[in-house]
């Protein structure tokens, strides 16, 4: 009678010990919320973008992602309460003016200790009209245009930082659209990576931001202009260097976001 008691004590114990470091893990692992919501020119490569976010949540064991996709899933996830809820926010080629309902509390949450992630079109959104947009003073950059796709070979800045380390002294793109800037100040933002020609007009000799991370208030920001075709997305060295970023903007591991010397 007292050993099939005992048995059956154990038999719980070990079933809640099961239990319990999986549920505990869970409840560690960040949060972060994917945007892909679209006001101006929506990417072909929106789907491939949450495929890969979803995947590098699943394979990195770090992050959880959840998604909105859509004006409705950007009022009920982005209100002022559900933001509270995030460890940061991912902008994956959104673009234009997102209806979010406060545009304010997600800036204040951001800037009170948050990551905030973008890649390619996000700095195509809440495009400034007259005086800087204050996205645009989050984000440390405006797109500004963008000529025909081309092969570049982007120079890491940064051979510590989480987002570059793998990549040696250069990332090189067979095939990729290559954003200019506006409202970019290099001494406002730690360069990652770069161009040090015009990526159409090789001939022309200058420092063109790629990507970049910075802090804004005691968040973490880290953005990539790469990330307008599919095959970018699929790429290893795509998804290690935008992997990197969140790591570092959700503070899992460190890097720095000094502004770099500009040469005289
Ligand atoms: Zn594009």
């Not at 770069?194 to 931001?209: M, T, V």
Request: charged share 25%.
């Amino acid at each position: 009678m007292y050993s099939r008691l005992i048995l059956l004590l154990v038999g719980v114990l070990a079933f809640s010990a099961t239990l319990a470091p999986a549920s505990a893990a869970d409840g560690a692992k960040k949060k972060l919320l994917v945007v892909t919501v679209t006001k101006g020119f929506r990417h072909s490569s929106i789907p491939t973008a949450e495929g890969v976010l979803a995947k590098l949540a699943e394979s990195s064991g770090l992050f959880t992602v959840d998604f909105a996709r859509n004006d409705a899933e950007l009022t009920v996830k982005m209100s002022a309460a559900a933001l509270r809820g995030y460890d940061g926010i991912i902008f994956a080629n959104t673009t234009g003016q997102l209806p979010i309902p406060d545009k304010q509390a997600f800036l204040n949450e951001i800037r009170g200790g948050k990551a905030f992630i973008g890649m390619h079109s996000a700095s195509d959104t809440y495009n400034s009209r007259g005086e800087v947009d204050p996205f645009i003073e989050l984000l440390g950059g405006e797109f500004q245009g963008h000529g025909d796709q081309v092969g570049v070979e982007c120079l890491v800045q940064d051979r510590e930082h989480p987002s570059t380390r793998h990549l040696g002294e250069s990332y090189c793109l067979e095939r990729e659209e290559i954003y200019l800037f506006k409202n970019y100040d290099r001494r406002r933002v730690r360069d990652l990576l770069i161009l040090d020609k015009h990526p159409n007009r090789k001939s022309e000799q200058g420092h063109f931001p790629v990507s970049w991370c910075r802090l804004y208030g005691q968040g973490k920001i880290f953005y990539t202009s790469l990330g307008h075709r599919e095959d970018v997305w699929e790429n290893a060295n795509y998804q290690q260097h935008i992997l990197g970023g969140i790591k570092w903007a959700l503070g899992l591991e460190p890097g720095e976001a000094s502004p770099l010397p500009v040469p005289e």
